[in-house]
């Protein structure tokens, strides 16, 4: 028929050599899609697993450290020193053990007083202290025969006190409201208001000077024992 065109027998054959290569390449991929997702989801799988053993090995060293954290905080409990045994721990290091001793038993309570009723024996201690030197300088100031510069450094020194003094109640009360850190800051304001207080008075044998070394003393008493709270709450 004129117009027709008949494949040749060379035609049929790259035709037929071309399908099967389709066909091929198709299974293939479809080979290598079904590798890929079966990789895919036994990675997964692994990583599942991998996890999961993770948070388990993770739980368990959890809760070893729990255990271990309650054990130690138990035999601290039962170790834990009180009254007089807890003063000599506390004034056995101190330069000044014979004060240390003597402030921490004068309370009747000291026999059986743990750290923080000791903190409140010293500072109790050193407020009475600081009252004590503010009367005193009070008295002294209003003496006309001491120099204008004596007097004028006499009224720098009142008001350190009464810095001194507020501070020491500041430090009181942030105990009882269980801030040792805020504590340590007040002991340590009213260190430094009671070393400008000495500056500001010429000589160091006068009754001012000598009751602020007892004041410092009573300070760092109290400041040793607050140091001891914080130890045990860490």
Request: contains cysteine.
């Amino acid at each position: 028929m004129s117009g027709c065109h008949y494949p040749s027998d060379s035609d049929i054959a790259t035709d037929a050599q071309n399908l099967e290569n389709d066909m091929k390449f198709r299974v293939c991929t479809e080979f290598l899609i079904r590798q890929k997702t079966e990789h895919c989801k036994c990675e997964s799988e692994n990583q599942s697993k991998t996890k999961m053993e993770s948070k388990r090995n993770l739980l368990w060293v959890m809760g070893i450290c729990m255990w271990l954290v309650l054990a130690h905080h138990r035999s601290g409990a039962a170790e834990e020193k009180i009254g007089k045994e807890l003063i000599k721990s506390i004034c056995k290091n101190r330069g000044n053990n014979e004060l240390c001793m003597q402030v921490l038993s004068s309370d009747p309570d000291s026999d059986h007083a743990d750290l923080e009723e000791l903190a409140m024996i010293s500072l109790k201690a050193a407020a009475s202290n600081a009252s004590s030197i503010l009367n005193d300088c009070k008295r002294m100031i209003d003496d006309q025969n001491l120099e204008p510069k004596v007097q004028q450094g006499l009224a720098d020194c009142k008001e350190n006190l009464l810095d001194a003094e507020s501070q020491i109640q500041d430090a009181i009360a942030s105990i009882l409201s269980n801030d040792k850190l805020d504590a340590q800051v007040w002991l340590k304001a009213a260190l430094a208001a009671i070393d400008t207080c000495d500056d500001s008075i010429p000589g160091d044998d006068d009754i001012l000077s000598r009751k602020s070394v007892a004041f410092r003393q009573l300070c760092n008493i109290a400041v040793a024992i607050n140091k001891a709270m914080l130890a045990t709450h860490t």
